[in-house]
């Protein structure tokens, strides 16, 4: 959501970056364990680009939007005490059973193209690396408000796609919606410790985060922020089954793996925010233009 609205307000795109620099931190941990073989690491397969995953990723887009932030962003502003969003679990069980219902077809999926050692999988790596320095050297130090460098956002996108990167290749079914996922009726998929410990993990970081930096603040919610997480997370629930995957395994899992349908459903979820945003803020302005 972030990165859609920097886009939407053609500000430097500091988090759109940064999250190519965490997808290309991610590419260069978890190829290279897999290429070694290193705890059974694997790579997330690629996909198409067909019609469910555009559907999926536009629905996830919309999704994101309605609820006001992202999966990721769910968690950070739970642990700022948002506690509407208590009620995203149930919007995302929602739309992942609608979606398994009404699916039609199979996804096509294949190894990754760089799943093995191979010359493109090297020159694959070579771009990662120039993508990471670019990527650091544009979030640390470029703006006019910044006179010296800064490089804490930037090792904070390192470390994003450093842990995301392992976590994808040792155990994939780690997230927040793969928990949930994996537990409804028609998946019935164990999720392991793992996937409770992370999640688990991810809620106690935010907290943390939040009570260091004095975020912390009740905010209990209301009839209409429980509707917004519930709808929002039901669009981002078909998207999830559908793509497959939310923001964190694209940005993570599906482009560090050049797969064409995590690629594209990445942008395309992203410039679907952008344009919802250009919608509601003309539609704003019109209400705010009437006589009245």
């Known amino acids: 959501m972030v990165a859609a609205h920097e886009l939407h307000r053609r500000r430097p795109p500091r988090m759109f970056i940064g999250f190519l620099a965490a997808s290309a931190a991610a590419g260069l941990v978890a190829v290279p364990m897999v290429w070694t073989g290193t705890l059974g690491a694997t790579l997330a397969p690629s996909t198409s680009i067909n019609f469910l995953l555009l559907i999926g990723a536009v629905a996830f887009g919309l999704g994101a939007l309605t609820n006001d932030t992202c999966l990721l962003g769910s968690l950070a502003r739970l642990g700022d005490g948002e506690m509407r969003l208590l009620a995203l679990p149930l919007g995302l069980a929602i739309g992942i059973l609608a979606a398994d219902y009404c699916r039609f077809g199979n996804d096509a999926t294949w190894p990754s193209l760089i799943s093995r050692p191979s010359v493109t999988g090297v020159v694959t790596l070579l771009v990662f690396l120039v993508v990471l320095v670019l990527a650091l050297v544009f979030v640390s130090i470029k703006g006019v408000l910044r006179t010296t460098p800064d490089w804490s956002f930037g090792a904070s996108m390192i470390g994003l796609g450093i842990t995301g ?20 009726p028609l998946r019935m998929s164990p999720v392991g410790e793992v996937a409770l410990t992370a999640v688990m993990s991810s809620i106690a970081g935010a907290l943390a985060a939040s009570v260091r930096q004095g975020n912390l603040r009740l905010q209990l919610p209301t009839a209409n922020g429980i509707l917004r997480s519930v709808v929002g997370g039901t669009l981002m629930g078909v998207g999830i089954a559908l ?45 705010l233009s009437r006589p009245r």
Do not use: H
């Not at 923001?247 to 594209?264: F, W």
């Open 165 to 184: 990167g392992l976590l994808y290749a040792l155990s994939p079914g780690w997230t927040f919606a793969e928990l949930i996922q994996r537990g409804l």
């Open 243 to 287: 793509i497959p995957g939310g923001n964190d395994e694209l940005i993570l899992a599906g482009v560090p793996t050049l797969s064409p349908g995590g690629m594209a459903a990445y942008l395309l979820m992203t410039m679907t925010i952008v344009f919802g945003f250009a919608a509601r803020e003309k539609l704003f302005r019109r209400r």
